[in-house]
């Protein structure tokens, strides 16, 4: 497997494909909406296979979208985006990383931790859908900075 991370600020180009893989967006405000301030894309054999999404709402550094394409999934694309989500918000001196997971023992394998609701400066509790056909649980990182990493 040979996969490339691409980092951008081209936010847009991932709309679409974040909805075609089931995540709730508004492809026309989504930009202005989440604030996003760095995306990465996994490419394989130059075929685009995933992204993610950070922004920065309310002072809070949230992962607010992470897909890998179906062909693609259970290869470990998932962990290599959200890795480097990882590193860059500890990169950038960020403490904690939120998201809102639907796969959340993807997330606590990686280290995240449950908040038990609430923390999210706005989550999806409004949502009509909420508890019904999605249950999602409100999660963090809670980051060390990169030279502490590396001395443990």
Same mark, same amino acid.
């Given at each position: ?73 259970? +290869?470990?694309? *998932?962990?290599?985006?959200?890795? #480097?989500?990882?590193?860059? =918000?500890? $990169?950038? &001196? ?18 995240? +931790?449950?908040? *038990?609701?609430?923390?999210?400066? #706005?989550?999806?509790?409004? =949502?009509? $859908?909420? &508890? ?21």
């Amino acid at each position: 497997m040979s996969v490339i991370l691409e980092r951008t600020t081209n936010h847009d180009r991932f709309a679409e494909f974040y909805k075609e893989s089931g995540l709730e967006i508004d492809t026309e405000h989504w930009i202005e909406d989440n604030c996003p301030i760095w995306s990465v894309a996994a490419w394989e054999d130059g075929l685009f296979r995933g992204a993610a999404t950070v922004s920065l709402r309310n002072d809070r550094y949230i992962l607010d979208y992470i897909a890998v394409s179906r062909r693609s999934r259970g +290869r470990g694309l *998932g962990r290599l985006l959200a890795e #480097d989500c990882l590193e860059r =918000c500890r $990169d950038a &001196g960020c403490g904690e990383l939120y998201l809102t997971a639907r796969a959340p023992l993807f997330f606590e394998a990686l280290g995240a +931790r449950y908040t *038990g609701g609430g923390e999210l400066p #706005d989550d999806c509790r409004g =949502c009509p $859908d909420f &508890g019904r056909d999605c249950r999602p649980e409100e999660m963090k990182f809670v980051l060390r900075p990169s030279a502490e990493k590396k001395k443990v």
